[in-house]
């Protein structure tokens, strides 16, 4: 999420029985442990402003289930997703997303249909995020981190096409923004300094259409 959307490394943040270790060591019996999920939320000062979105492809991982229901205790909003039907794992959560993907291949495999189709999900949640706050103008990832070769790259093309431009021009205003993609962007559609632009952009909570038109409506 960082490098794609330049969001705070603190505001989509992963929660794994195990914690970090469990990525590359399996550590199964860790998510039989419901108080544990429950901590996870103690520990991460889970609260009202929070939304907190529980995996578990068979829908009764304890560890889950614990954090889902300690977060609605600490008032944040819930999301459940899991691949079986909610009268087979009943919970309760503000949204309860089910995946019926059917029988794997492999019985019980849920690194198959399960596990792809999570993940599908998961960045549909996620960039629809994104495009709320404001990090896409159009279908372009336009607060891309311009952090190496390619992402610069994929900077300079997106204010070619986004401003009828050509590459030098982007390059010399991708520059002058100081490697911002929406600050480039506004800077050229409202004639404003970086300094000034960028202050228009915070007073508009990031969001670029918003900025543009309060300099420059449109019919």
Known sequence: MPPTFCSDPEMVQGILAGGKDALVRSSEALEDRAEDGAAAMAEKAIAANDVVVGI???GTTPYVRGAIAAARDRGATTVFIACVPAEQAPIEADIDIRLLVGAEILTGSTRLKAGTVTKLVLNILSTSVMVKLGKVYGNRMVDVSVTNTKLRDRAIRTICDLADLDRAMAEDLLDRSGQRVK??????????????????????RGH??????????TP
């Open 183 to 204: 600050l480039a962007l506004l800077m050229y559609w409202t004639g404003l300094e970086a300094e000034a632009g960028q202050q228009l952009l915070d007073h508009h």
């Open 208 to 217: 670029l259409r918003e900025a543009i038109a309060s300099i420059r409506p």
């Open 56 to 58: 578990t492809a068979g």
